[in-house]
Structure formats: structure tokens, C-alpha cells
């Protein structure tokens, strides 16, 4: 039963929203997990969005041959996922918005699943659980990945703390929204790398009631050249502007955020430590590159005005984390010494 379809100004429950980049080889196989879906075809759209691929992503998605409510639209030039998502939104017709990502797949019985956790109240926001594609050999053995959905917090000011301590996952493909939060406050993705962190903090505070669903519904591929496998500048300064602009937000909200600042600093202090960590695991045999990934962190962090020096005076000394992201201001920040030589007495420090 699709009881939305009642309603001649959403004609469907719900839109999937697909940004696509050099997916070709992938298309066919996400494409087949919406196929499979339980939902009756006439309760959702699917929305491709072709973010400026130099592949035949966009002509095979033109191309394939459905019985889904498919619609494609293009990008002239790459420009992110979120521009992609930003086109999908504003033509999407569904109550519900869903993102999946172009190389990823659909668990058998999602969307009907969240079909039913959507009827059974009026929910804002459904968050639910993922595994990788390679933990999905017998489908009831899926691996499930998440780790916090335990412990959301309903009320809205432990809510923010607890995101902005980050002790919540960002990753706006693992929810399902109400496509008015989008409207309501004029939620929209920035451009650049990992800008669904701060659009998944602002649904988390649009919406009036959660669900969350401790079940794999979303498959994770882990490619080896993706936005998550890389590690470049954009990709730091989109990671370590996600929590400026939240605050930025939660003051259009008229809130005062200065209480909320502890937990700030703290989810600072594991960005860095995650961006250092991620250096390491991506470039192990190539100092250059760690040495350019320090001084773009430096920079991001240096531009954050919510921020004083020096940081090292009251960012947490408390869990592991906090001690690699001490050590790096500690060593990296030394007036009158060149960038490499900071960089070196970090890692002897970071090493030991």
C-alpha cells in the first residue's frame, strides 16, 4: 500500500537520489537492487544525476531499460556529490529523499521496510544501519557497521552536543528525510568533499521525530579511488569546514553556541586526529604527500574563527585521539620553522 500517491502534489513516497561520477561499470548493478525492491514501483522515483562524468555513465543511464520512475539529469562540468544532490533535489516529486551512492547498492526489502516505518507515524527522519559490499555473501550474516545508533539522543540540545562530539556518523546515505525539512530551513549541500556531515547535523535538528533502524538496509562498495579512499586538499578543507558550518546554521537558529563549544573543540580534536590517521593509511611510503596533507590541515584549521591559538592550551588531552591531534599542534605550530622540519618532529613523535 502507497497511501502517498493520494496526494497529487507528491506523487511518490519516496525519491532516490543517485549522484553519479564515473560509475559506468557499477550502473547496472545499483540500477538491478532498485529493480529487486519490494516497494511497488508506482511508491518511488529514481533520480540519476550525472556529475560531469568523462565515462558512458550518463549514456547508459539514458539508456537503461525500466519499469521504474527514472529520470536523468546532467551536470556540464564535475562538481561534487553535493551538486549533484542539490540538481536532484529540486526536481525529485518524492515526500521522503534518499541518497545512494551510484557504486553502492540497495539491501533486498529497504524501501519497503522504510515504507513501514514510515506509515506507521509521521516520521521526519529514519537512520538505519549499512555493511560493505564484500560482508554480503549470505545475506543473513550481513556485517552490520554502525555503532551509535543505540545511544541518539531524542532531545535536541544533548542531540547537538552529542554530533558535535562526534559521537554520531555523518554520512547522509545511511538516513531518509522528509523532503520539507529541505525546504523548511533551506538545507543544501556546499560543494567540494565530505559536505554531507553538516547537511546530516541540520536534518538531525529540522526533524520533530527520529526512528532509527538497527537493520542493514544500504550496501557499501569499498572503491579504491573514492571520495572516502583519497585524500587531497579539498577533501580536508570539506572535512574540517563541516563543523564551522554548523555553527554557523545553529546561529540563524538564533542559538547560542557558546556552551556547545566544549564538544566542538572535541570533535575538532578527532577530525584532526582522523585526517593525520588517514594520511598515514593512504600515503604510507610517501612523506611529501603526509607533509602537504599537515600544512593543508594547519590552513583549514587556522581559517576556523571559532578558534584561537593556542589550541594545544584547551583542545582535550583525554583519549588517544586527543593525544595525536596535541602532538601535531605541538610540533606543527613553532614559529620560524619550515614546514618540513615541523613535519618531521611530528612523525618522530607520532612514531614513537
Known amino acids: 500500500v502507497c497511501l502517498v500517491l493520494m496526494q497529487p502534489a507528491l506523487p511518490f513516497l519516496i525519491s532516490v ?24 514501483k508506482g511508491c518511488f522515483e529514481v533520480v540519476v544525476v550525472d556529475d560531469g562524468s568523462t565515462d558512458n555513465t550518463l549514456e547508459r543511464a539514458r539508456a537503461y531499460k525500466t519499469e521504474l520512475n527514472l529520470r536523468v539529469e546532467y551536470l556540464d562540468v564535475n562538481s561534487g556529490p553535493g ?46 544501519n549499512w555493511t560493505y559490499f564484500s560482508d554480503t555473501e549470505n545475506i543473513a550474516d550481513y556485517v552490520p557497521r554502525r555503532r551509535d545508533l543505540d545511544g541518539i ?14 559521537n554520531m556518523d555523518g554520512s547522509v ?20 568533499y565530505h559536505e554531507d556531515m553538516p547537511v546530516l547535523f541540520q536534518l538531525y535538528y529540522a526533524a520533530k521525530t527520529v526512528c532509527t533502524l538497527n537493520e542493514v538496509l544500504y550496501i557499501k562498495r569499498n572503491v579504491a579511488n573514492s571520495i572516502v ?22 546561529r540563524r537558529q538564533k542559538i547560542e553556541t557558546n556552551r ?25 611510503d610517501d612523506y611529501k604527500s603526509r607533509e602537504q596533507i599537515y600544512g593543508y ?20 588531552d583525554v583519549t588517544e585521539k586527543d593525544k595525536v591531534t596535541q602532538l601535531f599542534f605541538t610540533h606543527m605550530l613553532i614559529p620560524g620553522v619550515p614546514l618540513s622540519e615541523r613535519s618531521r618532529n611530528f612523525e618522530q613523535a607520532y612514531f614513537l
Open 153 to 166: 539522543p531524542v532531545d535536541r540540545d544533548a542531540l547537538i552536543a552529542h554530533y558535535l562530539g562526534m
Open 83 to 128: 551538486v549533484a544532490r542539490n540538481r536532484g533535489l529540486e526536481v525529485s516529486q518524492g515526500k521522503y529523499i534518499f541518497f545512494l551512492d551510484g557504486d553502492d547498492l540497495l539491501a533486498s526489502g529497504a524501501l519497503s521496510r522504510l515504507s513501514d516505518a514510515m506509515e506507521k507515524e509521521d516520521i521526519d527522519l529514519i537512520t538505519f
Open 17 to 40: 537520489i543517485i549522484p553519479a561520477y564515473n560509475i559506468e561499470k557499477y550502473f547496472d548493478e545499483c540500477m538491478a537492487s532498485l529493480e529487486k525492491q519490494e516497494l511497488g
Open 297 to 316: 590541515i594547519l590552513e583549514a584549521i587556522e581559517q576556523d574563527i571559532n578558534l584561537r591559538k593556542p589550541y594545544a592550551s584547551y583542545f582535550p
Open 173 to 192: 546515505i545511511y538516513s531518509v528525510a522528509k523532503k520539507a525539512l529541505f525546504d523548511k530551513y533551506q538545507i543544501a549541500f556546499l560543494g567540494g
Open 260 to 284: 556547545y563549544m566544549p564538544h566542538y573543540i572535541r570533535g575538532m580534536s578527532g577530525h584532526v586526529c582522523t585526517l593525520i590517521n588517514k594520511c598515514h593509511s593512504i600515503n604510507p
Open 229 to 250: 579512499n583519497t585524500l587531497r586538499k579539498q577533501h580536508v578543507q570539506g572535512y574540517l569546514n563541516g563543523w564551522p558550518t554548523i555553527l554557523k546554521f545553529l
